[in-house]
């Protein structure tokens, strides 16, 4: 496994509320990715990283910003949570760096409840 | 965007029949991934494939890179009750910093 540690594992916040979700990988992987995953919709790419500071948005980044100050922490941020942002988080990442092609590991999910 | 197209959708199947999906890209790719999750977590990888052509086992699972580069398929033997979940595709085309691109998965539903 990668190692991969997402946190809150379960949050529920209200409409209007900044929301951070925190990502921690101890592998020292230069990749990562924060995808949502909803009902019909399958693994959707919110943003993703290739090093620090190093940020690309992905297919659904609208109401999503990121960081990521250090290799193993990767963080998502919702500037002001709305009910369409209601969805299951993943976190993921791989090696880079002459490993180009190995895959990418999951972390087990933060379920965000927004009201 | 690039785009896979998974197939079926989703399958009912009785336990120790075979089952078989697959994904075609109108893209090539450098390499295939097959994930499964299930309820409540995160998807684990399966299955990686990284040649044109090449057919790889684990377990029960068998999985083929189409010699096209555009397609692949994953086939599962003698199903059993824990193969339950969701199996997703995902195709990898080393261009930069490219990240994978994925099909929108096939759940699998097996009868005892």
């Known amino acids: 496994d990668a190692g991969i540690t997402q946190s809150p594992r379960h949050k529920v916040t209200e409409t209007g509320t900044p929301v951070t979700l925190r990502c921690h990988q101890t592998?020292?992987?230069?990749?990562m990715y924060w995808y949502r995953q909803d009902p019909g919709h399958g693994l959707r790419l919110i943003h993703y990283?290739?090093?620090?500071?190093?940020?690309d948005k992905g297919e659904v980044s609208d109401g999503y910003s990121v960081s990521r100050s250090k290799t193993e922490d990767f963080l998502l941020t919702l500037e002001s949570a709305t009910s369409s942002q209601t969805s299951v988080y993943f976190c993921?990442?791989?090696?880079?760096?002459?490993?180009?092609?190995?895959?990418?590991?999951f972390g087990d999910g933060t379920r965000l409840s927004i009201l | 965007g690039q785009q896979l197209n998974q197939s079926p959708q989703s399958m009912f199947i009785q336990e120790g029949e075979d089952v078989s999906m697959n994904c075609t890209s109108s893209?090539?790719?450098?390499?295939w991934l097959w994930y499964k999750q299930d309820p409540g977590e995160g998807p684990v990888l399966l299955i990686a494939?990284?040649?044109?052509?090449e057919l790889t086992s684990n377990g029960r699972l068998t999985a083929q890179f189409g010699i096209t580069r555009k397609d692949s398929f994953l086939n599962i033997s003698a199903s059993i009750p824990s193969d339950v979940g969701i199996y997703f595709c995902?195709?990898?085309?080393?261009?930069?910093?490219?990240?994978?691109?994925f099909g929108k998965g096939t759940r699998l539903s097996v009868i005892a």
């Open positions: 993921a990442s791989r090696p880079g760096q002459g490993i180009w092609n190995q895959p990418q590991h």
């Open positions: 592998e020292n992987h230069r990749y």
């Open positions: 990283s290739y090093g620090v500071k190093d940020t």
């Open positions: 893209s090539i790719f450098n390499t």
């Open positions: 494939l990284y040649k044109a052509g």
């Open positions: 995902a195709g990898l085309l080393f261009s930069g910093n490219t990240p994978l691109v």
